[in-house]
C-alpha cells in the first residue's frame, strides 16, 4: 500500500542509538521563518500492508482525496524532531473516499457510498490509499452538495470547526472574523451571514483577491489592514462573537475592549501563535480558558479554544459524524489553491510551511492531495 510517511533522514542523529547506548539530545527549534526554505521531512513509500480487519463500527475507505492545513504540517514537524514517526506515522486527517466495506453495527453507510471524514489529529492517518475511520467520524457526502472531490475532502477540515466556532450565534448580532477571505474563517462568514448575522471581515494587505473573497463569502464590511489594527478602530463593546483565526494574547486583549459583556470569543490557536497542536497545545487551551474568565473590566467573556482534532463530542453534544451530515454542509464552498497528485505530496507540506514562516502566499486557499486520478 502507498502511503506518505516520515522520512528517515528527518531523524536528528542524537536521537538514534549507539553501541554506547541511547544518546538525547534536545535539539535547539528551526526558526519560523526559516522552515518554507527547508525540504518537507515527508517521503512517499509503498512498504506498509493495507488494513485487513474492521470492528463493527468502523469503515474501510479507499481514500480520493485529502485536505491539509497548518497543524498537518505542525505535526509532521513535531514527529520528524522527536523521531518517533519515522517511517510509520502517517499524516493528513481530512478525507473523501470511497467505503468498501462497513462493519456490523454500521447502519447508514452502505458499500460503494462516497464518504468524507476527520480523523483525530494525534493519529492521522489519510495520506494512504485505504484507510479504517470510526463511525462517528465519518458521514455520507450529502446530497445537495456541488462541489469538486478536492473541495469536498475540505470540509471536514474545516467545516467542522467553523460550525463548532458558529453554535449559539443569533440573527442580528454582530460578528468580527479575522481573515474572513480564507479557511475557517471563510466558512464561518459564509455560514454566519446566512443566520442573518452582520459579518465584519479583516483581511490581510498583502494577498491578492482578499477583499473580494471575502464579500463573497458575506461579509457586509471588509477592511484590510493589520488585525489588532483593525480590531483596535472598532467601537468598545460592538461585537457578540469575534472569530480569532491567528491566535496571540495581543489579538485576545484587544478583543475583550471590542466584545459586548457575555460576547463570544473563538479562538483557533489560543495564546500561542507558533503552536504544535499536542499535549502543549492543550495545555495552553487550559491556561487560556482558565484567565479569560478573569474580569478585569467586569466584562464577562466566553472564551472558547477549538482543537484541530475535532474534539469526540462537543459543548452541544453533537460528534464530527453528526456535524458532518448537517444541511450546512452543503452550504459551505471552501476554495482550494493547490492541488498535488500522491506521489508529489511533500510538496504540498512544502506549501504549508510557508504559513508557519510568515511567508505570504500567493493564493491562501486549501492544499489538497488527490490519491485516484
Known amino acids: 500500500m502507498s502511503t506518505i510517511t516520515i522520512s528517515d533522514s528527518s531523524v536528528p542523529s542524537g536521537r538514534r542509538s549507539s553501541l554506547g547506548g541511547l544518546i538525547h539530545h534536545r535539539e535547539a527549534p528551526t526558526p519560523a521563518h526559516l522552515l518554507a526554505d527547508l525540504p518537507a521531512p515527508v ?50 486527517r481530512s478525507f473523501v473516499g470511497r467505503a468498501l466495506d462497513v462493519g456490523a453495527d454500521v447502519r447508514v453507510i452502505m458499500k460503494g457510498d462516497m464518504v468524507m471524514g476527520l480523523l483525530d489529529i494525534r493519529k492521522s492517518g489519510c495520506l494512504a490509499e485505504y484507510i479504517v475511520c470510526d ?14 472531490l478536492e473541495e469536498v475532502s475540505c470540509l ?34 459564509q455560514e454566519l451571514s446566512s443566520l442573518g448575522l452582520y459579518v465584519i471581515a479583516h483581511v490581510p494587505l498583502d494577498v491578492p483577491n482578499a477583499e473580494d473573497d471575502a464579500w ?12 489588532i489594527a483593525v480590531i483596535n478602530a472598532q467601537h468598545e463593546s460592538g461585537f457578540e462573537f469575534v472569530l480569532d483565526t491567528i491566535g496571540g494574547r495581543k489579538i485576545y486583549d484587544a478583543c475583550r475592549r471590542v466584545l459586548r459583556s457575555n460576547g463570544v470569543f473563538v479562538t483557533m490557536y489560543g ?7 499536542s499535549g502543549p497545545q492543550v495545555k495552553s487551551s487550559l491556561h487560556a480558558l482558565r484567565r479569560a474568565f478573569v474580569k478585569k473590566d467586569k466584562k464577562a467573556i466566553s472564551y472558547v479554544h477549538l482543537l484541530p482534532g475535532g474534539a469526540e463530542i462537543d459543548v452541544s453534544g453533537q460528534d464530527t459524524r453528526d456535524i458532518l451530515e448537517l444541511p450546512v454542509m452543503a452550504l459551505y464552498r471552501p ?21 508557519v514562516s510568515g511567508k505570504p502566499r500567493e493564493d491562501p486557499g486549501a492544499v489538497v492531495v488527490r490519491l485516484s486520478n
Open 43 to 92: 517521503t512517499f513509500s509503498a512498504h506498509q500492508a493495507p488494513p485487513s480487519k474492521i470492528s463493527a463500527a468502523q469503515v474501510l475507505v479507499q481514500v480520493h482525496a485529502v485536505a491539509l492545513d497548518r497543524f498537518d504540517s505542525d505535526m509532521v514537524r513535531e514527529k520528524a524532531t522527536s523521531g518517533s514517526g519515522a517511517g510509520k506515522w502517517i499524516p493528513g
Open 135 to 148: 463511525r462517528r467520524r465519518l458521514a455520507r457526502i450529502p446530497l445537495g452538495v456541488n462541489l469538486s
Open 156 to 189: 471536514p477540515l474545516l467545516g467542522v470547526t467553523a460550525h463548532r466556532a458558529c453554535i449559539g450565534q443569533t440573527r442580528g448580532s454582530r460578528a468580527l472574523i479575522l481573515n474572513a477571505h480564507e479557511g475557517v474563517g471563510a466558512l464561518a462568514a
Open 216 to 227: 463573497d463569502n458575506g461579509a457586509k464590511e471588509v477592511i484590510a489592514d493589520d488585525a
Open 271 to 277: 495564546d500561542d501563535t507558533e503552536h504544535v497542536p
Open 335 to 355: 476554495k482550494v489553491s493547490m492541488v498535488v497528485p500522491f506521489e508529489r505530496a511533500p510538496e504540498a507540506f512544502e506549501e504549508l510551511a510557508t504559513l
